[in-house]
């Protein structure tokens, strides 16, 4: 079976059963509490918690996925940052026995449709805990269907439970088809709803969500060792020549997941899902370099990867312009940083040496060490240039010079790890209160969301947590948990409560205490937050009173003027508001 016809025949399958075929996702969701899709589930989640699905209670999709949790993995034989998810779904909709059923259809699609051999399988369950009971009634189905040539072994949470994806939302436990030593097929029964707090309620309807990597499941039917060596593959490592295996296969997995990221939208940037993507990009650029491939060899191969998909993905032909543009500029630029790079690699061998081109030099057998000097300039080099390291080793070794590459490679990740901290602890920072050097604007700011906090506990109720605030000099942005989207209402209303306080003029004072006597005393605290021993308490009497490093505005009057400019989704469970200060019309 070539790709094009597995992908059919399983769609097929569940067609037949009563399932409608829903197609992939853009890989650029709507959960902001993700990346990219990850899963075939991504698109449904709302279904399993009693949203009305407009496709019905049973649907298939083969969804693309983006996931980069596995980037070093990829070069093996199956791991891949893009892939394909075949899964079947069900919201409530296989009765009763929905675990019957949903083992029911995996089972005949393996070994009935695909005929795939049983004595080269075996299935997992989930053992039980603490919180979640062994399943049981898995097992048991297992063994009716494969009967005493049944292999069962029994995991635990971190192999045989799925989910959420983000931070709350469907997730249960899972049994799984192996075949030949390799997961290929996971059922999830979403069973429960994890909360913000981690706990598991039980879910009123009974969900199903299996999913099952193609990319895998066409190597086994294909009866090939490596993904690499499937239709989905060959024609794009055809046009890699070169004698590293793992470089190769790097390039072909990135080429792909960046021609289906742009044609979703996404551009190299340094932010979010756009620095995914460039740094995807540039890692098959640098293995390029490495392997000799000539300038601009990402074009052809992205051409090729088009060409595979085509036709199962429309939107391909549409953006094929943008895409092949935008990875032309992107590896452009890139290269360009690369020549730059090279030429202070020349200037440092230089300097190093004490011989002006040591290009075929016979004469240079300087040790390059792992001196400071050097690790500080090679940093430099990647920091502020973005000159990778192995391409600077790469160019000590075309120069035939020798150098402590274990030695050099060893302290330049303790310096990238240092500088790595140091900037998480930055960020962090910025996450829990203002600190440091604050704007009077900032001040006003974070005095305004202290009010907007207590307006919203007054206006949806006191379920409302802060989940995380961001204050830059114009806006503040404010998540917290709150099940659904806010109503025009709702906002007036809230932006009224923090009006009436800005015109009350009211001081805000500040004192300091115990942690326990600040919560003893009814003050609010950012739960995720670790808080010293003594701690700040900010009140506005009347409004609001939290836990809090400032600093304040000295009274709400300083305010001038609130308004939302914004209300939006931010993960699962969490919506996010932007506001604004304005003067009064
Ligand atoms: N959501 C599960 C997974 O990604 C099953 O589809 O494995």
């Known amino acids: 079976m070539t790709s094009k016809e597995l992908r059919k025949f399983f769609l097929d399958y569940f067609a037949k059963r009563g ?3 829903v197609p992939s996702s853009s890989l650029v969701t709507d959960d902001p509490s993700v990346l990219f899709a990850t899963a075939g589930m991504q698109q449904f989640k709302p279904f399993y918690l009693g949203q009305d699905s407009p496709y019905g209670k049973n649907v298939a999709s083969c969804q693309k996925c983006v996931r980069t949790s596995d980037i070093d993995e990829v070069g093996d034989h199956s791991h891949l940052t893009f892939f394909e998810m075949l899964g079947n779904f069900s919201f409530g909709g296989y009765g009763e026995d929905f675990k019957g059923e949903a083992i029911k259809l995996a089972y005949n699609f393996i070994f009935e449709e695909l005929k795939l051999s049983l004595q080269d399988s075996y299935f997992t369950v989930f053992e039980g805990d603490a919180a979640v009971p062994a399943d049981k009634e898995s097992e048991a189905i297992w063994g009716r269907m494969a009967g005493s040539r049944a292999t069962i072994q029994r995991y635990g949470r971190s192999d045989n439970f799925w989910g959420p994806t983000g931070e709350v939302g469907p997730c249960g436990p899972t049994t799984e088809i192996h075949y030949k030593n390799t997961e290929i097929w996971n059922i999830v029964f979403n069973e429960y709803y994890q909360g913000l707090d981690s ?8 969900g199903i ?9 066409l ?6 060792g490596t993904v690499f060596e499937t239709d989905l593959f060959a024609p794009i490592m055809g046009k890699i020549p070169g004698a590293d295996m793992r470089a190769r296969r790097i390039i072909a997995d990135h080429i792909k997941s960046s021609v289906f990221l742009i044609c979703d939208g996404v551009l190299p940037s340094n932010l979010e899902r756009g620095y995914v993507l460039r740094r995807i990009l540039r890692r098959a650029t640098r293995y390029g370099r490495l392997l000799g491939l000539p300038r601009d060899f990402l074009m052809p191969l992205a051409e090729t990867v088009i060409g595979i998909y085509r036709e199962v993905y429309l939107e391909l032909a549409v953006n094929e312009d943008n895409i092949l543009t935008a990875i032309h500029a992107e590896q452009d630029k890139f290269e360009k940083v690369i020549d730059e790079g090279l030429r202070e ?6 300097t190093l040496t004490g011989v002006s081109d040591g290009a075929n030099d016979p004469r240079i057998v300087a040790e390059l060490s792992a001196s400071d000097d050097m690790i500080n300039r090679l940093f430099d080099l990647y920091q502020s240039k973005g000159m990778p390291l192995e391409l600077v080793f790469e160019e000590f070794d075309n120069d035939h010079i020798h150098y402590d590459k274990a030695g ?3 302290r330049f990740n303790e310096k990238l790890k240092k500088h790595q901290e140091i900037s998480r602890a930055g960020a962090e920072k910025k996450f829990g209160g203002v600190g440091g050097e604050v704007s009077e604007e900032a001040k006003k700011l974070h005095t305004a969301t202290h009010l907007l906090h207590s307006a919203l506990r007054k206006v949806l109720g006191l379920h409302v947590k802060q989940m995380g605030s961001d204050i830059t000099s114009d806006r503040l942005r404010f998540d917290f948990s709150h099940p659904a989207k806010m109503t025009a209402e709702e906002l007036v209303k809230t932006e009224e409560l923090v009006n009436y306080a800005i015109r009350e003029d009211l001081p805000v004072d500040k004192e300091v205490m115990s942690y326990e006597e600040a919560i003893a005393g009814g003050a609010l605290a950012f739960f995720r937050e670790k808080y010293p021993a003594e701690v700040n308490v900010y009140s506005i009497k009347g409004y609001s009173k939290e836990i809090c490093a400032g600093p304040h505005a000295e009274r709400t009057g300083d305010l001038l003027q609130f308004r939302i400019v914004k209300e ?3 993960s699962a469970g969490v919506r996010r508001i932007k506001a604004v200060l304005g003067q009064v019309k």
């Not at 969500?209 to 499941?217: A, K, N, P, S, W």
Request: charged share 35%; hydrophobic share 35%.
């Open 219 to 224: 190597m086994m039917v294909q009866d090939k």
């Open 568 to 570: 939006e989704s931010s």
């Open 199 to 206: 706990s598991l309620k039980p879910l009123a309807q009974k």
């Open 345 to 350: 690699v020349k200037a440092l061998e230089k």
């Open 408 to 410: 050099i490679q060893e």
């Open 209 to 217: 969500d299996t999913g099952m990597g193609f990319e895998r499941l």
């Open 19 to 21: 399932h409608k075929i």
